[in-house]
């Protein structure tokens, strides 16, 4: 059995182990030629593309870390940027902390308008710290990370990721996520964080791309499930 029909296959498990799990569809793109791997992949829900290597250039503050993305330059492919962070209501930010992902600030925001909490919950099907009943799930310190699927990408850090987005006007924070809880809140735009580069829609649509049907949904629904359960 091949790669490709391995993890076809893996995925059709997943979808039929949790009825109705949300599920993504990563496309991979090859950049540099070279059969042998994938530098990016298309979200096809998001329709943006990500960088493979989610942690290129280490810890960085947000200033650097925006500069970082926009010069960054893929063999000929250098149309890059932060993840956005928008409204989950689709019009003004609500920083009042939730649980359920109905507010921007907390956990289980699977909002398409939020591409890292979207990618980490949705796509990849990661727990958070809390359940959207406020639950402890039992994940997220360094020991115990939330972070149970990586999906396709290398180097993905159980750890804050910055967005591109300012957290208010004028403010001297940012919106950051965290691979390690599932959090979402604001950082101090001089701290150090991670950064994942992304591109608007498909960088490079190539025939017959190996596509990684991610119904990782289900499977970290099981994993939550377990913790609760132990």
Do not use: K
């Not at 280490?58 to 650097?64: E, L, N, V």
């Not at 396709?152 to 940012?174: K, R, V």
């Not at 691979?179 to 991670?194: D, I, K």
């Amino acid at each position: 059995m091949n790669i490709r029909t391995t993890l076809i296959a893996s995925s059709l498990i997943a979808a039929s182990l949790v009825s109705g799990a949300a599920h993504a569809v990563l496309q991979g793109r090859d950049l540099n030629g070279s059969a042998g791997s994938f530098e990016a992949y298309y979200d096809t829900v998001l329709d943006i593309t990500w960088l493979a290597n989610a942690n290129m250039n280490g810890g960085m503050d947000w200033a650097a870390a925006n500069t970082w993305a926009a010069q960054l330059n893929i063999n000929g492919y250098d149309n890059w940027r932060l993840p956005t962070v928008e409204p989950v209501n689709g019009s003004t930010f609500n920083y009042s902390y939730s649980t359920n992902g109905s507010t921007d600030v907390g956990y289980n925001i699977t909002s398409p308008q939020n591409e890292m909490a979207h990618l980490f919950y949705v796509t990849l099907g990661n727990p958070g710290y809390v359940t959207p009943d406020g639950a402890v799930s039992g994940c997220g310190s360094s020991a115990n990370t939330c972070l149970d699927n990586v999906g396709p990408f290398t180097n993905l850090q159980a750890d804050s990721y910055w967005s591109a987005t300012e957290y208010a006007p004028g403010s001297t924070s940012a919106w950051r996520f965290s691979m390690l809880n599932g959090g979402q809140r604001a950082s101090v735009t001089g701290n150090g964080l991670y950064a994942l580069a992304v591109s608007p829609g498909d960088v490079a649509a190539v025939s017959e791309a190996q596509t990684y049907a991610l119904m990782l949904a289900g499977l970290g629904l099981i994993g939550w499930r377990a913790r609760r359960r132990g």
